[in-house]
């Protein structure tokens, strides 16, 4: 059964970037440890969405605009849908769909192309929150980095009760605390 689900990296005082939409604190930590649990993660997810800042902080970062094949190596051959307001570019061959409105409009044909496997919300937070508030968030991956910044994006700008929250496990993850939270609704 399909699931959408929130994978994120976020500082200790929950921010996914700072007040430059910057990942260099994310960057700063030595990975390790967290490279299998994500290659595990990543064969559970049929689709991918994310929001457009999201979007264009990784073509930019990752140069994917000019290094087309690198976009496959990064997301295998899933499609990845961007929820947008303005026309962007996609990286040529890539499986990008661009949608525009209200997220509650596509959930159908999301779970249509995750073919049974979970959809991965990238990023960011306020586009998990939209999900929250379609009734359609199901689980909160979220990896606590040694790090924090004093203003940013925060991970999830909505406000959610105690009882909406299920703690599933909690991990460690090379130098990250990787804590699972299934939505209850």
Do not use: C
């Amino acid at each position: 059964m399909t699931r959408f689900v929130f994978l994120t990296a976020t500082t200790l005082n929950g921010h996914l970037a700072d007040e430059q939409d910057s990942l260099d604190w994310l960057f700063a930590v030595d990975p390790a440890g967290t490279e299998q649990p994500q290659a595990d993660f990543m064969e559970g997810v049929g689709v991918l969405v994310q929001g457009s800042t999201t979007y264009e902080w990784v073509l930019r970062e990752a140069k994917l605009l000019d290094e087309v094949a690198d976009w496959s190596k990064h997301y295998g051959e899933r499609p990845s849908y961007v929820f947008t307001s303005r026309e962007l570019p996609a990286p040529e061959g890539a499986d990008v769909r661009f949608r525009f409105g209200d997220v509650a409009e596509h959930l159908d044909e999301l779970r249509e192309a995750a073919d049974g496997k979970d959809v991965w919300i990238v990023g960011g937070g306020d586009l998990a929150g939209q999900f929250l508030d379609a009734g359609a968030l199901d689980r909160l991956e979220l990896s606590f980095a040694p790090a924090t910044v004093a203003a940013g994006r925060p991970l999830l700008p909505r406000t959610i009760a105690p009882s909406s929250l299920r703690l599933v496990s909690v991990e460690q993850r090379g130098r990250f605390a990787h804590l699972v939270y299934d939505v209850v609704r």
